[in-house]
């Protein structure tokens, strides 16, 4: 499948990944983006950290799949105050600067959605981007708008050997770079709704109420994605995390939506069932109160669902549903302690593609 043909080629929407559990979410972002009809070009830049498989899967979406240096702070001790290690890596989000065969872009991490078209973000110039909900006089830098540049690139990653970042992260490094973002022409300001995170602070309920209708690109900030989620196809429902109740729930219609698009849109062969274990795993669904789980599995054993399994033809709403699957195993492991056997057995194994990329 190639990528749908942009009526803008000279504008891109970008985003990055940098290992493979991040490229669900990327694919999410490029069809909710094909969804709002939007005219620009979609481009992801990878490290070569992210396998040929998910470069294939991502090249049948966007228009330009980059690789690029991986770039690292390597600051554990300002990392530590945002509590997220793995984000040093997230320096190599500057690399977006080189693309200059774009003349403008709206880069978008990979953990975002949008659910309005927001087209009219290209009419903005660098460096436009919404406040961050944890200092506001700072922008967060998982949505902006910017030109590429090559000479904007060199003076970030001069910028960021002398001077590093404040939270470790490129948010730091880049609310350093643009330090007068906050009192700069409001045309450099986007409205919260382009950049929708959630927050417990009392006031975010009653306006999530009242403006919830105006949103644009919802960004599930954090270290719980939509992805380490499940779904639950009987209810229509996310399943959310044991213990993320009180930072989710808010934003649960918007995970709803992810998902929605996760289970229509992105082909079933690459569709991963894990066990449910959060935060690693990565999308899992359920096909809810079917099959019976005192049902026996009489095709369980037959080669040709092992073999259509292997072929990546799997009925992850029926007979390869997770319940089953994990009655089928739990039924081995339980035959296997009676009789102290050590033989393999005939399912299929389940994949916990976050924890063989890592
Ligand atoms: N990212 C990545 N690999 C990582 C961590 C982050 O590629 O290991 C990219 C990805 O595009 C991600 C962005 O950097 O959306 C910023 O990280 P994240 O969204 O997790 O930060 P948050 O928005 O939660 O602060
Ligand atoms: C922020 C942003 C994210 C950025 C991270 C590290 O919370 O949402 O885009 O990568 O901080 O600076
Ligand atoms: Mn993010």
Redesign the pocket.
């Known amino acids: 499948m190639a990528p749908r043909t942009p009526a803008v080629a000279d504008q891109a929407f970008v ?5 493979d ?2 490229a669900t ?2 694919l999410v972002l490029a069809h909710s983006l094909h969804r709002v009809h939007t005219t620009r070009s979609l481009a992801v830049l990878v ?1 070569s950290d992210v396998s040929q498989e998910r470069r294939e899967q991502l090249s049948a979406v966007f228009n330009l799949v980059q690789e690029v240096p991986r770039l690292d702070s390597e600051d554990a001790e300002n990392l530590r105050l ?1 509590n ?1 290690p ?2 040093g ?2 320096f ?2 500057i690399n977006a600067w080189t693309l200059i065969q774009f003349n403008k872009c709206v880069f ?5 959605l949008v659910v309005r078209n927001v087209d009219d973000l290209f009419d903005r110039p660098e460096l436009s981007a919404a406040p961050d909900v944890g200092w506001p006089d700072c922008f ?3 949505v902006f708008v910017f030109k590429p540049d090559r000479s904007t690139y060199r003076a970030l990653l001069e910028h960021a050997k002398k001077l590093g970042s404040f939270d470790g ?3 730091g490094l880049l609310n350093s770079f643009w330090s007068n973002w906050a009192c700069s022409d409001p045309s450099h300001r986007l409205p919260f709704v382009y950049n929708l ?1 959630v927050s417990t602070s009392y006031s975010y309920a009653p306006a999530l109420k009242r403006f919830g209708s105006d949103v644009r690109i919802i ?5 719980i ?1 939509p992805w380490h989620h499940s779904y639950s196809t009987a209810a229509d429902q996310v399943i959310l995390c044991p213990g993320t109740a009180t930072t989710q729930e808010p934003v649960r219609k918007f995970l709803n939506i992810w998902w929605n698009i996760y289970i229509t849109e992105i082909p079933s062969p690459y569709l991963v069932l894990t066990p449910p274990t959060p935060p690693l795993s990565p999308p899992y669904v359920s096909s809810g109160p079917y099959p019976d789980p005192s049902e026996p599995l009489p095709e369980a054993e037959s080669e040709a669902w092992r073999a259509s399994w292997e072929q990546g033809q799997i009925d992850y709403m029926g007979r390869d549903s997770f319940d089953r699957i994990q009655q089928h195993i739990d039924s081995l492991i339980n035959s296997t302690e009676t009789t102290a056997s050590t033989e393999t057995t005939d399912a299929p194994s389940i994949t916990d593609e976050a924890e063989t990329s890592a």
Not at 15 to 19: A, D, G
Not at 108 to 112: E, Q
Not at 219 to 223: A, E, P, R, V, Y
Request: hydrophobic content about 30%.
């Open positions: 985003t990055l990944l940098t290992n559990s991040y979410g990327a490290t945002l997220r793995e984000l890596v997230t190599t989000k978008l991490d990979a953990d975002t967060n830098s998982g992260g490129d948010q995170t960004h599930f900030i954090g270290s994605k």
